[in-house]
């Protein structure tokens, strides 16, 4: 009998706009809560990874060991291919792979990491299954995701109101759960758990430089990606709406007191030896 596959749908897909932020991702500034439990010899599995920064910088970290980063997105792997290459490193390769039916045998990994992967699949609980069965007994699981909901900004543009109501509910439409940081530790011990370290990350926008690029990437996004032709397809938003919401982006990007963070949830969660 075939493995339930992923039902949730990617939301942002890989526009330009999409992979200008995924690319501007570290170890150092999406994954410092599991970079302490690394060890130069230890094999691990990045699932979600996108144009492969972070993956990487992982395998930066373990000189001795091995990374594999692996995506549903077969386009973006050459990417991420491309990224190591211009690394020069050897310890890296990448695949094709589904979280909810992972193609690699039982405790073959040290580490097992995804990073705002949870918040769009079809099942998190049962990803998190495969994640653990895949983990050698004493390894880690490392989770990070977003939590749209709790997202703060200041001031208070009327339009991003908009926009945040309007990406959520793509996203469940779409399958996923974009309140995932929340619900990680409750998700982990569901799917088998009992050693989990919970705790949470930030990413702020404050500088001139970091508001034109946090702004300038999402209108570009409202406007042209896979995200904007589910909300208008779905009937969540039309155009002119996303036109609108698109320009609320430009002017709090144009606010000298402009602020914004991004809390994520993390959890760390060890296999029993």
């Known amino acids: ?4 596959r992923d039902t949730a ?23 410092a809560y599991l970079l302490g ?15 492969g920064t972070i993956t990487a910088d992982l395998a930066e970290l373990v000189p001795d060991g091995h990374v594999t980063g692996v995506d549903r997105a077969a386009g973006v792997l050459e990417r991420a291919r491309a990224t190591a290459g211009e690394r020069g490193l050897s310890n890296v390769d990448f695949a094709v792979a589904d979280v909810h039916a992972l193609e690699y045998p039982d405790d073959t990994f040290c580490v097992v990491h995804a990073h705002q992967v949870l918040q769009h699949v079809g099942d998190p609980v049962r990803a998190l299954r495969e994640m653990r069965r895949v983990t050698r007994p004493g390894g880690y699981v490392a989770v990070r995701d977003a939590d749209y909901a709790a997202m703060t900004w200041y001031p208070r543009v009327p339009g991003l109101d908009d926009w945040l109501d309007l990406y959520r509910r793509v996203a469940r439409a779409n399958g996923g759960e974009p309140d995932a940081g929340r619900r990680l530790r409750s998700w982990a011990l569901a799917a088998g758990f009992t050693d989990v370290t919970a705790t949470a990350g930030t990413w702020t926008y404050a500088t001139d430089a970091e508001r034109e690029w946090w702004s300038g990437l999402w209108a570009d996004r409202t406007l042209a990606s896979a995200y904007a032709e589910r909300a208008v397809a779905g009937g969540h938003a039309t155009e002119e709406r996303l036109r609108a919401v698109s320009r609320a982006w430009r002017e709090w990007g144009e606010r000298q007191d402009g602020w914004f963070a991004v809390l994520h949830g993390e959890i760390l969660c060890r296999k029993e030896a």
């Open 1 to 4: 009998m075939p493995k339930q």
């Open 9 to 31: 749908v990617y939301t942002h897909g890989h526009h330009e706009s999409v992979l200008r932020s995924h690319t501007w991702r570290t170890a150092a500034n999406s994954a």
């Open 37 to 51: 439990s690394l060890e130069p010899r230890m094999r691990i599995l990045d699932i979600g990874c996108g144009p």
